[in-house]
């Protein structure tokens, strides 16, 4: 059950009818998180159920200055703990003001990128003391886990290739996009590990397939393994 204390999780007890899942999307660049997102959050409403999708960093109006910046490199120089502080603020106003009130609702949230990102960018690719991690992990979600988290999985060459046909003429990649094919391939083995290690939470889409193939993969895994009604 998600609560602002240390003791639940989202994923402790997601039969309860009266709270909403929660459900994370995660992966390397280019993906389908976006696509994707919106497209399970409209399959949910269909099947009768209230839904919204949102993202990190962002989703909350003070959030969405912090991804500004975080995207921007603003704060590159302060280096990778310091982002990841930056991340987690942004993550506990998120969780604060939309995600936690939405679950408490009914409300099913879909949220594109959340925790694992920060395991992966931060903490595999920025090389961050494991011990810092987990417990910024601990302090900023407080318990708030997602019920299930779908990791969209592609080779990392076809990922930052589809991100750059999707970047508007002219535009320069962003903070992340412009790193080596070597930390998209990095990128790509951490979420996997995560995937592994937590298998209970996390299911692995062939992110290759076609946008329909791919939704309905990601349709089947939350229906097998979520309360939706009439699966
Ligand atoms: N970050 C971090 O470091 N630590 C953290 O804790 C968090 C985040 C939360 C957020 O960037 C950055 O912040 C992110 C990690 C870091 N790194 N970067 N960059 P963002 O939100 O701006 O971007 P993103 O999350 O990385 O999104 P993306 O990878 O660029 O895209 P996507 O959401 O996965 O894919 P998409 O926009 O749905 O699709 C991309 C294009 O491919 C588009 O033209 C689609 O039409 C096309 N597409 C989608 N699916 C398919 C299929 N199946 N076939 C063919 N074409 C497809």
Redesign the pocket.
């Known amino acids: 059950m998600i609560s602002g204390s240390d003791t639940g999780s989202a994923a402790s007890d997601p039969g309860n009818s009266t709270r909403g899942c929660f459900i994370t999307v995660e ?10 997102s919106k497209a399970l959050v409209a399959r949910l409403r269909a099947a009768g159920l209230q839904a919204i999708a949102t ?3 962002g989703g909350s109006p003070s959030a969405e200055k912090i991804r500004e910046v ?2 921007a490199g603003t704060f590159q120089t302060l280096g990778t703990k310091a982002e990841a502080l930056l ?1 987690a603020a942004a993550r506990i106003d998120h969780l604060d003001l939309r995600i936690k009130p939405a679950l408490a609702a009914g409300t099913w949230v879909v949220c ?3 925790h694992d ?2 395991r992966a ?2 903490g595999a690719l920025g090389s961050l003391d494991p011990g810092f991690l987990q417990t910024l992990e601990r302090v900023t979600l407080a318990g708030a886990k997602p019920d299930l988290t779908l990791i ?1 999985d592609l080779p990392a060459k076809l ?1 930052l290739t ?2 750059a ?2 970047r508007t003429a002219g535009a320069a990649p ?1 903070r ?2 412009a790193e080596s094919l070597d930390f998209h391939q990095t990128l790509r083995q951490a979420f996997l590990a995560i995937a592994a290690s937590e298998p209970e939470r996390c299911v692995v889409v062939d ?1 290759t ?3 329909e193939d ?1 939704e309905q993969a990601i349709w089947d895994a939350v229906s097998y393994r979520l309360p939706v009604p009439g699966a």
């Open positions: 992966g390397g660049e280019g993906g389908g998180k976006s696509t994707q993202r990190e960093p975080l995207l991340f594109d990128r959340f990102s920060t960018y931060q969209l990922g589809r991100a046909m999707r962003d992340f996009e992110a397939q076609s946008p791919v």
